[in-house]
Every structure is written in structure tokens, then in C-alpha cells.
């Protein structure tokens, strides 16, 4: 079934560590992007990609950084993870093309940085 | 850029009752409105959204209607029940890439 997976779930981590957030889509979309979201607060764009190697930086600034080597792999890093990265990190993905659709969001990633 | 407001941030309801949750934009050329809902602990899924050149739109018990005037959309919900808990996110799209989020309304339903 088509989808989108994010890896880990949850992850625990020390200040300083850098970490690798993972998102794959099996639905066959080209648009696809990064969100953060304190639980059942407001969604912030952190990044965006259009399609292969295209990656763009959304409205909230962030210490991460994203590739786009593969349509369906999407990943985030962090290279040096602080307290104030903590939060839930939602990846999703949208169709090509002109008309605009719906976004499709991943299960999230809960991140703690001790 | 685009500026959305979404109004109230919490809305308690008897169950049966009816939801109204409004948002405004700035973006005169906005043109597609989808609104999401986000379960406790789960991710946001869309429930419905209007294009522009449409005033409303109606699918069972949730209806969205625009008014490109005044530019506010409001999500009605109707005949509430308790599953429809949840926090509610309308959004904003120009035809750039860039959806915009309001703040989100915490629909509460007591049975």
C-alpha cells in the first residue's frame, strides 16, 4: 500500500550527537517536505524539495539540512542536536504538477535532546 | 507573504451540536484551502478542502464554504460526535509550492 514512512518513530539523544531523520514515500510523489511541530500545535515548513536534487529552505529557520538524491528518500540531519531541537518532525509528500492537492503526512518522529 | 489566522484555538461542543471554526488570509491569490485534521498522537489527514473558484463544498456531516471577499473559509461540522476530537488545521496555498498552516482549533465533544 502506498505510503509514507518515517524512521525512527521516537529517538532519544545527547546534545552535541548528530542524527539522520529518515522519510520514504512509496506513492510516487515528486513534492515533498519537512515540517516541525510541538504536539497539537502549529505546523512550521522547515524544508521542501521539488523533486531530485532540488531541496529549498522553509519559512522556519532551522539548524538541519536535507538531500534529495532519490524521488522516494527525503532525509533530515542534524549535525549537532540541542535541547531546543526538540520537538516532532512530520514529513509529507504531495503530487507533481500545477494543480494543487492534498499533502500526505508520515507518522512523525518525536525527538528529545537531553 | 501570506498571513493565516485561524479562530477560536479551542471550541468545546456537546456531542450533537454543531462546530464552526473560521480562518482568514492576506493573499488575494490564494486559491486552494484544504483543511486537516490531527487526531491525538496521530499524523494530520486531510478531511476537505475548496478550490477558488468554488463558494462551497459539502461531504456528509463537514462542509467548507469560502468567501473570497472577505477572504475567510470556515469548516462546519455538524451532528458532532465524540471521535470528531481532534485538533483542526485550515491552510492556505497561492499556487506557489508553500502550503501556509493556521494555528490550529482543539475541537473538545462532550458525550
Known amino acids: 500500500e502506498a505510503d509514507i514512512y518515517q524512521t525512527p518513530r521516537y529517538l532519544v539523544i545527547g546534545t552535541g550527537k548528530k542524527i539522520t531523520l529518515e522519510c520514504s514515500q512509496t506513492m510516487g510523489h515528486d513534492k515533498m517536505y519537512w515540517y516541525q511541530q510541538d504536539p497539537g500545535m502549529e505546523l512550521h515548513l522547515i524544508h521542501y524539495?521539488?523533486?531530485?536534487?532540488?531541496?529549498e529552505k522553509g519559512d522556519l529557520s532551522s539548524e538541519s539540512t536535507v538531500s534529495r538524491i532519490r524521488t522516494e528518500h527525503f532525509p533530515l540531519t542534524l549535525e549537532s542536536a540541542r535541547p531546543s531541537h526538540t520537538s516532532q518532525y512530520l514529513c509529507?509528500?504531495?503530487?507533481?504538477?500545477?494543480?494543487?492537492?492534498?499533502?500526505?503526512f508520515g507518522p512523525g518522529t518525536r525527538l528529545t535532546v537531553l | 507573504g501570506e498571513n493565516v489566522e485561524q479562530h477560536p484555538s479551542t471550541l468545546s461542543v456537546q456531542e450533537g451540536d454543531s462546530a464552526v471554526i473560521k480562518c482568514t488570509y492576506s493573499?488575494?491569490?490564494?486559491?486552494?484551502f484544504p483543511w486537516y485534521k490531527q487526531e491525538l498522537g496521530k499524523r494530520p489527514q486531510l478531511i476537505i478542502d475548496i478550490r477558488s473558484n468554488v463558494g462551497e463544498k459539502k461531504d456528509q456531516r463537514i462542509a467548507v464554504t469560502l468567501n473570497k471577499t472577505a477572504k475567510h473559509f470556515s469548516l462546519h461540522i455538524t451532528e458532532t460526535q465524540p471521535e470528531d476530537s481532534a485538533v483542526y488545521f485550515c491552510?492556505?496555498?497561492?499556487?506557489?509550492?508553500?502550503?501556509?498552516f493556521g494555528a490550529g482549533t482543539r475541537l473538545f465533544v462532550k458525550a
Open positions: 509529507a509528500s504531495s503530487e507533481s504538477g500545477l494543480v494543487l492537492n492534498e499533502q500526505f
Open positions: 524539495s521539488y523533486g531530485v536534487n532540488s531541496t
Open positions: 493573499d488575494s491569490a490564494s486559491n486552494y
Open positions: 491552510a492556505v496555498n497561492t499556487g506557489g509550492f508553500k502550503t501556509i
